[in-house]
């Protein structure tokens, strides 16, 4: 049993990922984190983390395919996924939704949105 709730944060974007991780361990959080899809994917995996902040727009594989591929695996327990995106346009919200995503935040983040 874990003392602290696990976050796996999934960017391509190093310096995403540094102010991620950062927000989140200041509210005491462990954070673990994945440079693309196919790693996230496999983090997700092994260390089944209580949440998931995933990047929609990465390279190897987009978010919508991990997402997909975690709901869709019926050995991998339920995980909450919250979407990140740069997109604001209701149809690429909706697929990311229908994938299996559980909310969804737009960058910039607002830190008061991302700890909520």
Do not use: W
């Amino acid at each position: 049993m874990r003392s602290r709730p696990l976050i796996l944060i999934v960017d391509d974007n190093p310096a995403n990922l540094d102010v991620f991780e950062t927000r989140m361990a200041t509210q005491g959080y462990d954070v673990i984190t994945a440079l693309d899809g196919e790693e996230g994917l496999a983090v997700a995996i092994e260390r089944e983390p209580d949440l998931i902040l995933l990047d929609i727009m990465m390279p190897k594989m987009d978010g919508v395919e991990v997402c997909r591929r975690l709901r869709d695996d019926p050995s991998v327990p339920f995980m909450p996924i919250i979407l990140i995106t740069t997109k604001t346009d209701a149809a690429g919200l909706v697929a990311a939704l229908e994938a299996g995503g559980d909310e969804y935040l737009t960058k910039p983040i607002d830190h008061r949105s991302l700890i909520a």
